[in-house]
């Protein structure tokens, strides 16, 4: 069974640092893996997603992440975090590419001014 | 072109009733999922219509049912209502190809008293 793990529930940054979300997933087959950020009171947006073409995926808003098959990871990052990247951020896997989207717990960031 | 909407945006509901949410997707789109979000148990996928048939399914009492309309609009009904089942709920709109990303909505608040 597909899962995904979030270490981390909060994570605070200040403005213009380094933004390291952690994301570690469990796949019986290849996976598909998305990273996907809510803003309060609305609905998930996506930011990027990984379906094996490449292994550093660009995302919006300058986000990106990297897939490591060995560490079973795919953490997000961004070089300078802005006010507004203050939100949820969500990791989640498919297997085989279906509908199904296992999530993580989520981390909230917050960027310290 | 407009994104996926959902209506009603807030529900309150009494224990013991049922309540029909509804979604309609982005044009285009054949594949329709909800999900809920909770405090406690974070995004749990409900299930996922295709072209009118349920494809994929969660693990959710059969309390919760769905249905899919001809035109991609999906409704998903939830009987005998519990306070456990106050949550967001969300829907989201993907084409259904393997690894689509998954377009979300702004989701249902339902409360249950």
């Known amino acids: 069974a597909q899962s995904v793990t979030q270490l981390g529930s909060h994570v605070s940054v200040s403005e213009g640092a380094l933004v390291l979300l952690r994301c570690n997933y469990s796949?019986?087959?290849?996976?598909?893996l998305f990273w996907y950020v809510q803003y309060p009171n609305q609905g998930l947006q996506l930011l990027l997603k990984y379906t094996s073409a490449a292994t550093l995926v660009k995302g919006i808003n300058g986000f990106e992440a990297e897939f490591k098959k060995s560490e079973t990871s795919f953490h997000l990052t961004k070089p300078s975090a802005h006010m507004s990247d203050a939100a949820e951020y969500f990791c989640a896997v498919s297997e085989g590419g279906n509908e199904k989207l296992t999530f993580g717990t989520g981390t909230r960031l917050t960027i310290i001014p | 072109k407009a994104g996926v909407t959902q209506t009603p945006r807030y529900l309150i509901k009494t224990r013991g009733q049922q309540v029909t949410l509804s979604c309609s997707p982005i044009?285009?789109?054949?594949?329709v999922s909800w999900y809920q979000q909770t405090p406690g148990q974070g995004l749990q996928f409900l299930f996922e219509y295709f072209s009118e048939t349920q494809r994929n399914k969660g693990n959710f009492p059969g309390r919760f049912s769905g249905r899919q309309f001809s035109n991609s609009r999906s409704e998903m009904n939830v009987s005998t209502l519990e306070l456990g089942d106050s949550a967001l709920y969300l829907c989201?709109?993907?084409?259904?190809?393997?690894?689509?990303?998954?377009?979300f909505g702004p989701g249902t608040r339902l409360t249950v008293t």
């Open positions: 989201a709109s993907s084409s259904g190809l393997a690894g689509d990303e998954q377009y």
């Open positions: 796949s019986s087959v290849p996976p598909y």
């Open positions: 044009s285009g789109h054949r594949s």
